[in-house]
């Protein structure tokens, strides 16, 4: 079956499924606060439940590079088999949690490991997948990740009917019974599981191995462009996970409860039509033009530009629902080729390393402009805060369309 036409699709819906419970069970924990601080009253402390957002943020922040290394060298399915085990049992544990450190510390070990997944997922996939299905199969399981964020959304929902430790036991053991599932029908790539490794018995040989990934990246200047083409849109991208429910409450001056659920629901669905419509075109298009994942992925960049203008300034219903609508299929098309894009500048040896790296620069992002965006709330000005971020977009944007020309659309 692994040698199948069908299996690299196989491989896209196994990893789907992981992607979901990636994010499902790290959000969980942030619908859950009201339910958690009965029993373990420091949650009732807005700035000890920050503490646990971000011990999170920074460990999955500094892993993501050091996942990715691992990656390149390593099995990718035992990684991700024992990844998706570790923060499931993890997400088991927490439902027995009695005491705020107990919490910290689970929730750490979390961030440690979910960073090993995403690198050897995205690489995973690339390598089953040529020109004609590379974009497309990674914006599919892009929407796993989408998908996992919503439903984790649910988590107080399923705590209510029961209680949180119940919600928290049974999603861990859902995840522990997948990983078995994994075992069985995930394999790795023989080309990959046989490159060639240092020889252990040299120190040199090894240190070597480690970092020449790293050195061969970083005096790579399209990856510098790639990197840049990465971390700026991801300004946008945290900033409407996290502040979007605020925007949308403020522009239409409509309650929270009605801004949280509209402003999630108009993201995801559009991020979802987005993936396979940019996955789709790059495609077909990079069949015909080698910079056609380039131009796909700029026409998702530019699509986001009027949104978050859009976003910033609009005061009626169609204005800013409209613009949410906007970014998430611009985000999409964008979300979709980031791989493809990269497989075009970076040897499948060192991908791994160099979207971990790319995801740590997306996550200290994340959080800069998590917090700059909260400061700017505070001062009546995030309308104008989203609006800014269309100016970083618009450099990457230009920057990433003057320098990346690839020769080819996988290289070796």
Not at 171 to 187: D, H, K, N, S, T
Request: charged residues 15%.
């Amino acid at each position: 079956m692994k040698n199948s036409k069908i299996y690299p699709w196989i491989v896209v819906a196994l990893l789907w499924g992981v992607a979901l419970l990636n994010y499902m069970d790290r959000q969980m924990l942030s619908t859950m606060k009201d339910a958690m601080q009965v029993d373990i009253v420091e949650l009732q402390s807005a700035t000890n439940f920050g503490r646990l957002m971000a011990v999170f943020l920074w460990i999955y922040g500094f892993m993501s590079p050091i996942s990715g290394m691992i990656a390149d060298r390593l099995n990718r399915k035992w990684l991700i088999v024992g990844s998706l085990f570790v923060w499931s049992f993890v997400t088991y544990l927490m439902g027995v949690a009695e005491t705020f450190n107990q919490v910290f510390w689970l929730r750490a070990l979390m961030g440690v490991s979910e960073a090993l997944y995403i690198p050897a997922g995205l690489s995973l996939i690339a390598d089953y997948h040529g020109e004609k299905s590379r974009s497309l199969a990674v914006g599919i399981h892009m929407t796993g990740l989408y998908t996992g964020q919503a439903i984790g959304g649910f988590g107080a929902t399923v705590a209510a009917a029961f209680s949180w430790h119940t919600t928290f036991h049974w999603f861990g053991i859902i995840g522990i019974a997948y990983a078995f599932v994994l075992v069985l029908f995930l394999r790795d790539k023989k080309e990959h599981v046989k490159v060639e490794r240092p020889e252990p018995s040299s120190k040199n040989g090894e240190k070597a191995g480690l970092f020449k990934g790293l050195s061969l990246l970083f005096s790579n200047i399209a990856f510098w462009v790639i990197l840049l083409y990465f971390a700026a849109p991801s300004l946008p991208g945290w900033a409407t996970k996290n502040w979007l429910p605020t925007l949308f409450a403020e522009n239409l001056d409509i309650p929270m409860s009605q801004a949280g659920p509209m402003s999630t629901i108009t993201i995801a669905l559009s991020s979802f039509i987005g993936v396979i419509l940019g996955g789709t075109l790059s495609d077909k298009w990079v069949q015909k033009n080698i910079r056609g994942r380039v131009y796909t992925g700029a026409i998702g960049l530019g699509l986001t530009i009027p949104s978050l203008l859009l976003l910033g300034f609009g005061h009626s219903f169609v204005a800013v629902v409209g613009a949410g609508l906007l970014f998430g299929i611009g985000y999409g098309i964008f979300d979709a080729n980031n791989m493809p894009i990269l497989c075009q500048f970076v040897s499948s040896k060192y991908r791994a390393t160099a979207y971990g790296i790319m995801n740590m620069t997306g996550v200290f992002a994340g959080e800069f402009i998590t917090d700059l965006l909260g400061k700017w709330t505070d001062g009546g000005n995030l309308g104008l805060g989203f609006a800014m971020l269309a100016i970083i977009v618009f450099i990457a944007l230009a920057v990433q369309l003057y320098f990346l020309r690839p020769k080819t659309d996988n290289m070796e």
